[in-house]
């Protein structure tokens, strides 16, 4: 077996609608607390086996890194 896949990262221009989108269509629950700018862990509640995901701004320019 590889690697496994431990977490997952969206950047989105419209966070409030990706958190929906993943909210509705996987399950998940969301915290994006105020605190953090808007970036949202999503949690599917299966702390051993799920994987961990979060969704953030996109970068203005369109780079990554």
Request: aromatic share 6%; proline share 6%.
């Amino acid at each position: 077996m590889g690697t496994p896949v431990m977490w997952c990262k969206s950047s989105s221009t419209d966070q409030g609608r990706t958190r929906e989108l993943c909210t509705s269509l996987f399950g998940r629950t969301a915290d994006a607390p105020p605190r953090r700018g808007g970036y949202a862990l999503l949690d599917t509640g299966s702390r051993l086996e799920a994987v961990s995901a979060g969704i953030g701004a996109a970068d203005p320019d369109g780079l990554w890194a």
